[in-house]
């Protein structure tokens, strides 16, 4: 079956950087398109990044310079390192695969960024 699991999450100052990982496993990886989500308290899923299986990526204005999503084949996983973080990037952040018509999710890893 697919997983995804996330990890790399922590407490972080402002200014700071993470590097999330997000394991997958129970697919092809590299053919499909993957991509990070976050939610904060009090609000709606939000797309941070995404990249393609041919290595384009998107990215949410909100990060753009400051994050930058990768993959490595060899190792099943998707990467987000998140540079000059601000508290408002504060969320829990989810990976997520696009297998055709079904998406699936991993169950989240908690970034706060706080002084």
């Known amino acids: 079956q697919v997983q995804l699991v996330e990890s790399g999450g922590g407490l972080v100052q402002p200014g700071g950087s993470l590097r999330l990982s997000c394991a997958a496993s129970?697919?092809?990886?590299?053919?499909?398109?993957m991509s990070w989500y976050r939610q904060a308290p009090g609000k709606e899923r939000e797309l941070v990044a995404s990249?393609?299986?041919?290595?384009?990526?998107n990215y949410a204005d909100a990060v753009k310079g400051r994050f930058t999503i990768s993959s490595d084949n060899a190792k099943n996983t998707v990467y987000l390192q998140m540079n000059s973080l601000k508290p408002e990037d504060t969320a829990v952040y989810y990976c997520k695969a696009d297998l055709y018509v079904t998406a699936y999710w991993g169950q989240g890893t908690q970034v706060t960024v706080s002084s």
């Open positions: 990249i393609t299986h041919v290595g384009g990526s």
């Open positions: 129970g697919f092809t990886f590299g053919v499909y398109p």
